[in-house]
C-alpha cells in the first residue's frame, strides 16, 4: 500500500469523520469524547479551516495512493505557560492499514512538526488494553511515565490510561 503524510484539509472532513467513526467501534477503541461520539463532517471541517490560523497544533493525514484517508494524527501544544514545551498526541489508523508503516510515518510527522514549533516532549494516553498501539509507541521510543486510574468514561464505566512520553532531541 502506497501512502503520503500531508496536512489535513478542509475538504478532508467527511473521510476523517467516517475513520473515527469506524475505529471507535473497535472494542479496543479510540479515546474521542466522553459522549464516543466523534464531531460532524461540518464541526470538523470549521475545524480544519480554524486550524490553519492557528500555530499551536496541527492535523497530519495519511493518504493512499487512492485518495483514501488511512490515518489522522492530531497535535497540540499544552496551553499552559510553565508547559508550552509539551505537546499532546491523538492517533488514528484504519484497520486495514495497520501494520504497515502509516502510524509510524505520523509520528515522525508529529516529531517534525514538533522541533519547527520549538516543542520538546510529546504526550498521549493510551487504554492499557489495546497491546497493539503501545507496541507501536514503544517501538517508536515513548516510555511509560504514568497510570492513570479511572481517568476516561467510556460508556458507562470509567476505564485506565497509560500516560506515554517522548523527548524531542
Request: glycine share 10%; proline share 4%.
Amino acid at each position: 500500500m502506497g501512502f503520503e503524510i500531508r496536512h489535513a484539509d478542509p475538504s478532508d472532513a467527511e473521510q476523517l469523520t467516517r475513520l473515527a467513526d469506524e475505529v471507535s467501534a473497535e472494542p479496543q477503541g479510540w479515546l474521542i469524547s466522553v459522549a464516543g461520539e466523534w464531531r460532524s463532517a461540518g464541526d470538523e471541517r470549521r475545524f480544519l479551516k480554524a486550524l490553519r490560523r492557528y500555530p499551536h497544533a496541527a492535523v497530519f493525514v495519511a493518504e493512499r495512493d487512492d485518495g483514501t484517508l488511512v490515518g489522522r494524527l492530531s497535535i497540540g501544544r499544552d496551553p499552559h505557560p510553565a508547559s508550552t514545551h509539551v505537546a499532546d498526541v491523538g492517533l488514528m489508523v484504519a484497520q486495514d492499514a495497520r501494520r504497515q508503516g502509516v502510524g509510524t510515518a505520523l509520528m515522525r510527522a508529529a516529531v517534525d512538526w514538533a522541533r519547527g514549533a520549538g516543542v520538546h516532549k510529546l504526550e498521549l494516553h493510551v487504554f492499557p488494553w489495546n497491546e497493539a498501539a503501545i507496541a507501536l509507541y514503544e517501538a517508536f521510543g515513548f516510555e511509560r511515565e504514568g497510570f492513570r486510574k479511572r481517568h476516561y468514561r467510556r460508556g458507562g464505566e470509567f476505564v485506565d490510561a497509560i500516560l506515554m512520553a517522548y523527548e524531542i532531541e
